[in-house]
């Protein structure tokens, strides 16, 4: 079983930044696939950016440019920093590790983006 606890959300202004990052148990991190999703209000869940065990990134249209997905193999972390922040980026934000066949999720952290 792998826990993984997301960090870092919180109030941001339009345009702005922020970092959210997230840590996941066990010794076996630098093989999972790695995402961020988001979940608006009403909406369904969607993927917002991938990472893989090369490093290998990719990203949904809508943050293209403005979001950047890294990871830390020793520090078995990801984390994802957002910058030009829009209202439409509102959305509570979750992690995911895959790995053979099997996901894991994390609880969610809360991004709002108001003026």
């Known amino acids: 079983q792998v826990q993984l606890v997301e960090s870092g959300g919180g109030l941001v202004q339009p345009g702005g930044s922020l970092r959210l990052s997230c840590a996941a148990s066990g010794n076996m991190f630098s093989m999972y696939t790695m995402d961020w999703y988001r979940q608006a209000p009403g909406k369904q869940r969607e993927l917002v950016a991938t990472i893989i065990r090369n490093g290998n990134t990719n990203y949904a249209d809508s943050v293209k440019g403005r979001f950047t997905i890294s990871r830390d193999n020793a520090k078995s972390t990801v984390t994802l920093q957002m910058n030009s922040l829009k209202l439409e980026d509102t959305a509570v934000y979750y992690c995911?590790?895959?790995?053979?066949?099997?996901?894991?999720w994390g609880q969610g952290t809360q991004v709002t983006v108001s003026s």
């Open positions: 995911r590790a895959a790995w053979v066949g099997r996901s894991y």
